[in-house]
């Protein structure tokens, strides 16, 4: 499996974040997010020493996640979703 990720859209938003991202078809997804999740929580904690006080017990993301395919839909449209749904 590559460690190379396409990330083609994120936002950040109050209580979770959208990734539109291509993956290789032999990758696990919930593999996949866990190295995301791991690399992104110890960036943002070397890159930000007060913000444990922001977070809730050890852990900087929650256990779960949702992944879903972009079916029948075009980039553009996911895009366009993630996008106008901030809120």
């Given amino acids: 499996p590559t460690e190379i990720y396409t990330l083609s859209l994120h936002d950040a938003l109050p209580i979770y974040v959208h990734l539109l991202m291509q993956i290789h078809a032999d ?9 995301i999740k791991g690399a992104t929580s110890r960036k943002l904690r070397k890159d930000y020493e007060n913000i444990d006080e922001f977070v809730w017990g050890k852990s900087f993301w929650a256990r779960g996640y949702f992944a ?3 079916g029948s839909k075009t980039e553009r449209v ?8 901030r809120d």
């Fill in 27 to 35: 990758e696990s997804i919930a593999e996949v997010v866990k190295r």
């Fill in 68 to 70: 879903e395919t972009i």
């Fill in 78 to 85: 996911v895009k366009k979703y993630i996008k106008n749904n």
